[in-house]
């Protein structure tokens, strides 16, 4: 927008209409993207659920200065005079999300149609948004007339190595007589379920409804069928496959455990019901219970890890249709113990097909056996469409990488078989088919059984995440740092799959919370995770230890000795934990959410007291305060380059790291108390810290002698310094120094980067807080030369070396010399090194959230370096609206552009003084509209509010 354009639209912000003789001005505000718990026309089952709206106008420097919001039951009721639900009236306020509903109760199973508008800074009222809707679920334990019920097909395994039965089929029909108004379906399952309505399979959900831990509770999906029930005999079916109840779980049999499957049953069962309202009034139910059926069919094996076999010969023709003869079925078996689980709506992003992507290449590796590459490393499966004869078997094995030789490589698969069969009925007009209740990790697929070489068209991969919402763009004139990006959203994509896995292709795809917490930021600036870690953290409080204590994953299956059952010495270990406090703090920090840290108090306290008692009144971690931990002293800084940081320094770091959050968190809700009490325990750690860890020159030691030889702490033999990439890293992020101490640490911290020929040395821990540490010291030229290198070890070596997706290892391939590492542990499809995406957000493009949580002020503090980087464009759609922020150097100086959402107002960093900063022709003192808050010879600080804003800087 021209400035002087913007000058017009300062003076005529409102349009005016004429109604019954009478001029009303009405504002251009228009409220946008409703969403309510965090999603759009979702089912709940809060009883105050929390509203949010975006907002559009072509004024700039546009807030809202006022709100109303309307509910009913009905559209037609959906007007000031008429809302029967709720009715606000007009509300002084500028918030626009976390909009808690005050209304009358809701009521289960009641749809709910809502709207809003807004007064503008001139406080004119806007239009009315377009409706949007909720519905409600089953609020309490006696809305459901629905049994868990059951088949067990156990004894119908056939497989020798692993224990894989068919899954249940279960149908039931029920007579539907009357004009139908409305029906609701209600299923959940322990295991997980397709659900069926006279043939049609319903929603578009896999994998529902999701893992948690079934003894603490148990999701459930709602859809509205009103369209899928006829007038006459209906059909009601579906399959329940063991899913993460009953299949198997992680490494279980990798290592041994005593428990491989079934960590929480052995049977999956089903629960549903289907509400139907007539339009007379009448109210009917079809729910799971006695009278329901069951058989086996054509799913022979489904494992999540393992994949399936579907018989397409046993598949009973029109099984979930109506009129089908089931008499040959046997009754279900009632659970009626079940009884007693809790029953809560699927709170989070459901997983979903997010897209199809064809082959690049298929080839003949030996006869009749094909490599299908798909050109992308994601999760997900195979969908073929095959021409065979009646009885031929076409096997589908999964994999990340291909040996020299061209074949397929599984062993970094360890036991997971990963395989999935097809047994041909041998239709003259072909067949086609997929996974439901298995996926893979996989950029190639070996086809065996095929009487002809597929076409292109005939493979399909068919891509599956969470499906949360993208937020996040960034591009540069790098095309190595364009590509590192798009790796990093493939590997947040493969993995946000229900829970946050490390990787989706071996036999563990667990909620590991190292990797959760050192990527929590980057995967907010990618995509909307608010309602997928809402769910996820609860996982976590759930699986948190009886000591306080955070589990290494989450959920975490616990045995009956109370230890856990997959592997019984994966309990606890420093930077794992603390996901439990930073986690809930980026979901706060980056959508300005206090019921997720009211939600999680209690257990963040728990933790906290553990390590209060821990530290054994020190505030600081001696070297043997986690020897009694496997591996001993934890995971550390897992993966790094070298010697090893003592878990002892790092534990102290989280330890000072969570208070610091605590304190912030404490006063978002106004704990003042709890806010003074954390800030005190943070000065005791750095005192602690100070005296046992920094020597007189301000380097960070440590007692040597407590390392000597490793002494059986994980990969010890490298050797143990506090002079590390990591530890000065860790110290600057987690503001543990004092500001003399803060400048060495900077300074050590670049001279260890040069001494290493300006490589990095860092792991998991380490590798996170590097860049913003070098930032934050004045070296971003060095941070600058990290993000850009391709040698070893970098995210731009795995580039150069052919990859689509981020590694677990530094050096886990190379092109022309092959596998580095163990494969056992080699995943190629592993996020946690993806946490630089925090700083190329941050810092490359500067869209920072600041002091302030949720975005609605904020921060543009783009680091321009002289390197080669030339441009960088970066967005990130906040809960308020899009961000951008995008620099371009030119022959002149620099060219800056950013984007300020409606009702927001941004902090902007310009990197000259103001006499040389311009906007469309005019030097920036003289626009109206920004506030020049701070003047330097190196930078201008700018208030300004909504709009899109060019400044060019001529030197």
């Not at 069926?196 to 896999?206: E, L, S, V």
């Not at 948190?544 to 616990?558: K, L, N, R």
């Not at 860049?771 to 004045?778: F, R």
């Not at 311009?918 to 190196?938: A, C, Q, W, Y």
């Amino acid at each position: 927008m021209n400035r002087r354009k913007v000058f017009v639209v300062f003076f005529f912000s409102a349009t005016y209409c004429l109604f019954s003789g009478k001029i009303t001005a009405q504002s251009d505000l228009i409220p946008k993207y409703l969403r309510t718990e965090y999603k759009v026309n979702p089912f709940i089952d809060s009883d105050k659920p929390r509203l949010s709206w975006e907002l559009q106008s072509k004024v700039y420097n546009q807030v809202q200065t006022a709100w109303q919001i309307i509910v009913a039951t009905s559209p037609e009721l959906l007007t000031e005079a008429k809302a029967d639900t709720w009715n606000s009236g007009k509300v002084s306020s500028n918030a626009m999300n976390q909009i808690i509903y005050k209304g009358k109760p809701l009521i289960a199973g009641k749809k709910y149609y809502w709207k809003v508008r807004s007064w503008d800074k001139n406080t004119i009222v806007g239009l009315w948004s377009e409706p949007a809707t909720w519905n409600m679920g089953l609020l309490s334990p006696n809305d459901w007339t629905a049994g868990w019920i059951g088949y067990d097909v156990n004894t119908l395994s056939v497989n020798k190595t692993w224990h894989l039965p068919p899954a249940p089929y279960f149908r039931k029909e029920a007579i539907v007589s009357g004009v139908v108004k409305k029906a609701t379906l209600y299923v959940s399952a322990l295991g997980l379920y397709e659900f069926y309505i006279n043939g049609k399979r319903i929603g578009n959900d896999y994998f529902a409804p999701g893992w948690t831990d079934y003894t603490k509770r148990v999701y459930y999906n709602g859809y509205d069928v009103t369209r899928e029930i006829k007038t006459g005999k209906n059909a009601f079916a579906a399959i329940v496959a063991n899913g993460w109840y009953a299949g198997y779980l992680g490494y279980a049999l990798l290592v041994g455990s005593k428990t491989t499957h079934a960590f929480y049953g052995d049977v999956p069962l089903l629960k549903a019901q289907v509400e139907i309202e007539y339009s007379g009034g009448k109210k009917e139910i079809v729910a799971t219970d006695a009278s329901w059926k069951a058989a086996d069919g054509g799913l022979r094996e489904a494992d999540i890890l393992n994949g399936e076999t579907f018989n397409a010969n046993l598949e009973p023709a029109g099984w979930n249709d109506p009129g089908f003869n089931a008499s040959s079925w046997r009754p279900v078996q009632l659970h009626n113990e079940k009884a007693v689980l809790r029953m809560q709506i699927y709170p989070a992003n459901p997983v979903g097909i997010w897209g199809e992507i064809k082959p690049v290449s298929i080839t003949e590796v030996s006869k009749g056996k094909y490599i299908v590459d798909m050109g992308q490393n994601f999760s997900g499966v195979v969908r073929i469409t095959t021409r065979n004869n009646k009885g031929d078997s076409i096997v589908i094995k999964y994999g990340e990488k291909l040996f020299p030789n061209g074949q397929l490589v599984t062993e970094n698969l360890r036991r997971a078989r990963a395989t999935d069969t097809y047994i041909s009925k041998g239709a003259a007009q072909g067949e086609t088919w997929m996974p439901r209740f298995s996926y893979h990790g996989f950029q190639y697929a070996e086809i065996c059984g095929l009487k002809n070489k597929p076409a292109l068209n005939d493979i399909t991969g068919i891509v599956m995440t969470s499906l949360t919402p993208a937020t996040g763009s960034f591009e540069t004139d790098n095309a190595m740092l364009n590509k590192l990006y798009n790796n990093i959203t493939w590997t947040q994509r493969s993995n946000y799959f229900d829970i946050p896995t490390d990787c989706p292709q071996r036999d563990e795809r667990l909620g590991w919370t190292g990797d959760a917490q050192i990527y929590m930021r980057s995967a907010a600036f990618n995509s909307d995770i608010a309602a997928f870690h809402t769910k996820w953290i609860t996982d976590l409080n759930d699986s948190q230890w009886p000591d306080g204590t955070y589990p290494v994953y989450a959920p975490m299956p616990v045995a009956a000795n109370g230890k856990a059952a997959i592997r019984a010495t994966d309990t606890y270990s420093p930077g794992w934990a603390e996901a439990g406090i930073v986690c809930p703090y980026n979901i706060y920090k980056m959508y300005g959410d206090t019921k997720i840290i009211t939600g999680s108090w209690p257990y963040m306290i728990k933790y906290m007291q553990f390590l209060e008692k821990r530290s054994e009144g020190k505030y600081y971690f001696a070297e043997a305060s986690f020897e009694d931990i496997n591996p001993k002293g934890g995971f550390g800084d897992w993966l790094s380059v070298g010697k090893k940081t003592p878990p002892d320094m790092l534990a102290t770091m989280y330890y000072n790291y969570c208070a610091l959050m605590m304190v912030e968190m404490a006063k978002a809700i106004d704990n003042t108390d709890a806010a003074t009490y954390y800030s005190n325990i943070s000065e005791k750690i750095k005192k602690g810290f100070a005296e046992h860890y920094i020597g007189a020159d301000g380097r960070l030691t440590t007692n040597a002698a407590a390392y000597r030889n490793g002494n059986g702490y994980v990969d010890g033999s490298l050797g143990f310094s506090g002079h590390t990439q990591t530890a000065y890293a860790n110290a600057i992020y987690m503001h543990i120094l004092s500001p003399a101490n803060l400048v060495k640490a900077g300074r050590y911290l670049q001279q260890l980067v040069e001494k290493n020929n300006k490589h990095l040395t860092t792991g998991f821990l380490g590798f996170k807080p590097l860049l913003p540490a070098l930032s934050a010291t004045g070296n971003t030229r060095l941070a600058y030369t990290l993000v850009r290198d391709t040698a070893y070890p970098s995210l731009g070596f795995e580039v150069v070396n052919g990859s689509t997706t981020i590694w677990e290892r530094w050096n886990s391939y190379i092109k022309g010399k092959g596998f580095e590492n163990n494969a056992g542990m080699n995943s190629f499809n592993h996020y946690a090194f993806g946490a630089i995406g925090e700083w190329m957000f941050q810092n490359m493009a500067g869209i920072q959230p600041g002091d302030s949580a949720g975005f609605s002020s904020f921060i543009i503090k783009p680091e321009i370096d002289s390197s080669e980087i030339n441009y960088v464009n970066a967005s990130f759609h906040s809960i308020y609206g899009e961000i951008k922020s995008s620099w371009r150097k030119t022959t002149a100086g620099l060219l800056q552009s950013v984007t300020i959402p409606v009702n927001t107002h941004a902090q902007v960093y310009i990197p000259a003084k103001e006499d040389y900063i311009f906007t469309s022709g005019e030097n920036i003192k003289h626009v109206r509209g920004i506030l020049l808050k701070e003047r330097r010879d190196d930078y201008t600080l700018l208030e300004i509010g909504s709009g899109n804003y060019e400044f060019e800087i001529n030197r």
